[in-house]
């Protein structure tokens, strides 16, 4: 894999300071979404086993909550030095297991090790508060506390950011972790371990176990001593473990599916539109929940940005990530590749115009290539569904209210974006949109210093910034007498 330090490559669970594998001896492989080559096994543990990276969690607590915030943000700064100083190996670590062009890869690396300076900082700002007293004789202060034991469910697009913007919040407000990455990119998550281990974090504080999903998710969610739960992933799979978690009532972040509207207005600036569509869009292939998923472009301008999107799309260049110069890289296996044909073939059937791309791609196995629909109705699948692919659609829009109606006609809430030049439409419509973020003038609204977070079917809860750590404190009040009443 020509990694410079080979022995980040960790192909064992990290449960409480121990590198374990599987009692049964059962693992399961991790393959290169790019060559369909297995790269690494990796243990599949049992409901008992991960049991007992919640009891190692458990027993860490009371040690790690005690120590100074101060200790637990030198502890992270330690944790982001490591992970920058591997920087080259984590990114290809993230490009063999996920796919992605080994240049996203890097910037996925800066990206999550961001969440965890950031959170080294807000580990100092957990303030608590004084409230005027309605009583003489009394005080009354509030004292925010851990939440306790965390569970931190990962998916595979982003590996290495998703894992940290959980974890690093945990430990910076004195809880601990157990995580459990995606199936199919467990090994940045195992590097992330090792790097912990190596930043000093003490045994069990985090711990990475990796296994079916329906196994370990379901112990996660139903344990009594895990206290938080954190999922990124799929609306159906947030819903299932919302069930889950609610007879030991634990709190919840849930980052779910997304159907981001990317609206273009007659009077915006086309250029950066146009650039701001490419990265919205084909960021990671489209495999991320904030992905522009349909642009609606007022009619004036709808020709023109449709032409001028197809000629760069159609620019794109498709290949394995470690390739010179790719800018897209293969799904992440053949059944995404199977649900965006079926999409497509559906929407085509219905009268949409496939103006480039539209299949697989000559490169065979999970490629794809990068493919602009227009004249795409707001009652196809494909407007309605999450596409999590590299495909962009188009649908027209006539004025303000229509844009609103279309792009707020979606279960989803995560992200929007849109383009104009009037400061007055940029706030109308930005409070009119139903989600959780907008982004007004640009293609990119993530940062670990902003909150990242949905309503509607997209979850809630917030992951980075001050609310991030929030998700992790609990608030205690204390009412004091201090003399008579
Ligand atoms: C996601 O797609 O789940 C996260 C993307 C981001 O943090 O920008």
């Known amino acids: 894999m020509n990694l410079n330090d080979p022995s980040l490559l960790r192909s064992r669970c990290y449960v409480g300071g121990h590198w374990v594998s599987a009692a049964s001896g059962k693992f399961f492989p991790v393959v290169n979404p790019a060559s369909g080559e297995e790269i690494a096994r990796v243990p599949a543990l049992a409901a008992d086993e991960a049991r007992q990276a919640i009891e190692a969690a458990a027993s860490a607590l009371p040690v790690w909550q005690k120590r100074t915030a101060e200790e637990r943000a030198e502890f992270l700064k330690r944790w982001h030095r490591q992970i920058l100083e591997n920087r080259e190996d984590l990114a290809r670590i993230v490009t063999l297991e996920n796919g992605k062009p080994f240049a996203e890869a890097l910037g996925e690396v800066d990206y999550g090790a961001g969440f965890v300076d950031w959170f080294a900082g807000e580990a100092l700002r957990a303030y608590g508060e004084t409230i005027p007293s309605p009583w003489p004789g009394r005080r009354i202060l509030t004292f925010k506390q851990p939440v306790g034991v965390c569970a931190a469910i990962t998916p595979w697009n982003f590996p290495l950011a998703m894992l940290t913007r959980k974890c690093a919040a945990a430990?910076?407000?004195?809880?601990?972790?157990?995580?459990?990455?995606?199936?199919?990119?467990?090994?940045?998550?195992?590097?992330?371990?090792?790097?912990?281990?190596?930043?000093?974090?003490?045994?069990?504080?985090?711990?990475?176990?990796?296994?079916?999903?329906?196994?370990?998710?379901?112990?996660?969610?139903?344990?009594?001593?895990?206290?938080?739960?954190?999922?990124?992933?799929?609306?159906?799979?947030?819903?299932?473990?919302?069930?889950?978690?609610?007879?030991?009532?634990?709190?919840?972040?849930?980052?779910?599916?997304?159907?981001?509207?990317?609206?273009?207005?007659?009077?915006?600036?086309?250029?950066?539109a146009l650039s701001g569509a490419m990265l919205a869009k084909f960021r990671n292939g489209g495999q991320?929940?904030?992905?522009?998923?349909?642009?609606?472009?007022?009619?004036?301008?709808?020709?023109?940005?449709?032409?001028?999107?197809?000629?760069?799309?159609?620019?794109?260049?498709?290949?394995?990530?470690?390739?010179?110069?790719?800018q897209v890289g293969p799904l992440i296996h053949a059944k995404a590749v199977a649900k965006i044909e079926a999409l497509i073939a559906e929407a085509v059937a219905q009268g949409a115009q496939v103006v480039t791309g539209g299949g697989r791609h000559l490169l065979g196995g999970n490629f794809f290539q990068p493919t602009l629909l227009k004249d795409v109705s707001p009652r196809?699948?494909?407007?309605?569904?999450?596409?999590?692919?590299?495909?962009?659609?188009?649908?027209?829009?006539?004025?303000?209210?229509?844009?609103?109606?279309?792009?707020?006609?979606?279960?989803?809430?995560?992200?929007?974006?849109?383009?104009?030049?009037?400061?007055?439409?940029?706030?109308?419509?930005?409070?009119?949109?139903?989600?959780?973020?907008?982004?007004?003038?640009?293609?990119?609204?993530?940062?670990?210093?902003?909150?990242?977070?949905?309503?509607?079917?997209?979850?809630?809860?917030?992951?980075?910034?001050?609310?991030?750590?929030?998700?992790?404190?609990?608030?205690?009040?204390?009412?004091?007498?201090?003399?008579?009443?």
Do not use: W
């Open 288 to 326: 991320s929940c904030v992905a522009a998923n349909r642009f609606l472009v007022q009619k004036e301008v709808y020709e023109e940005f449709a032409a001028e999107l197809a000629q760069r799309i159609a620019a794109l260049k498709v290949g394995p990530g470690f390739e010179a110069g790719v």
């Open 380 to 485: 196809m699948r494909i407007f309605a569904e999450e596409i999590f692919g590299p495909v962009a659609i188009l649908t027209a829009f006539t004025d303000d209210e229509e844009a609103i109606a279309l792009a707020n006609a979606s279960e989803y809430g995560l992200a929007a974006y849109f383009y104009t030049q009037d400061l007055k439409r940029a706030l109308r419509v930005a409070e009119a949109l139903e989600c959780g973020m907008v982004g007004v003038n640009v293609g990119r609204v993530s940062t670990p210093v902003a909150p990242f977070g949905g309503i509607k079917q997209s979850g809630f809860g917030r992951e980075g910034s001050k609310y991030g750590l929030e998700e992790y404190l609990e608030i205690k009040y204390l009412c004091l007498g201090v003399g008579e009443e």
């Open 171 to 272: 430990l910076a407000a004195g809880c601990t972790a157990v995580a459990k990455p995606a199936a199919e990119t467990p090994l940045t998550a195992l590097a992330l371990a090792e790097l912990a281990e190596r930043a000093g974090i003490p045994a069990g504080v985090v711990n990475v176990i990796t296994g079916p999903a329906e196994v370990l998710g379901t112990e996660l969610a139903t344990h009594p001593k895990v206290r938080k739960l954190s999922f990124t992933g799929s609306t159906r799979v947030g819903r299932l473990l919302m069930a889950q978690a609610a007879p030991t009532l634990k709190r919840l972040s849930l980052e779910l599916g997304g159907n981001a509207p990317f609206l273009v207005f007659a009077d915006a600036d086309l250029k950066a």
